[in-house]
Nanobody, 118 residues
Framework: QVQLVESGGGLVQAGGSLRLSCAASGSIFRINAMGWYRQAPGKQRELVGVSKNYAGTNYADSVKGRFTISRDNAKNTIDLQMNSLKPEDTAVYYC????????????WGQGTQVTVSS
């Protein structure tokens, strides 16, 4: 079994910054991809950005130039640095990982709330 534990999040004014962190632990042979998704009230979960092995990092158009993903493969961690935050960035942010252990599966963190006030 694999666990993803997130930290960070909170309340910030528009234009401010926040940093989210996520650590994966458990039965991990290899992490194929790690990233972040978010879900705003009444909306579907959407991709924020994902880092794939040998394929770089992709971001949603809505966060390009403002958000940066940093991944540490040795520590099985991923951070999301969020700058120039907007009220529309308000959502629950979920850490995601595609992990190979005895089999390959997708895993999710518990989610952390980010609220941006105008």
């Amino acid at each position: 079994q694999v666990q993803l534990v997130e930290s960070g999040g909170g309340l910030v004014q528009a234009g401010g910054s926040l940093r989210l962190s996520c650590a994966a632990s458990g039965s991990i042979f290899r992490i194929n991809a790690m990233g972040w998704y978010r879900q705003a009230p009444g909306k579907q979960r959407e991709l924020v950005g994902v880092s794939k092995n040998y394929a770089g990092t992709n971001y949603a158009d809505s966060v390009k130039g403002r958000f940066t993903i940093s991944r540490d493969n040795a520590k099985n961690t991923i951070d999301l640095q969020m700058n120039s935050l907007k009220p529309e960035d308000t959502a629950v942010y979920y850490c995601y990982a595609n992990v190979r252990s005895d089999y390959t599966a997708n895993y999710w963190g518990q989610g952390t709330q980010v609220t941006v006030s105008s």
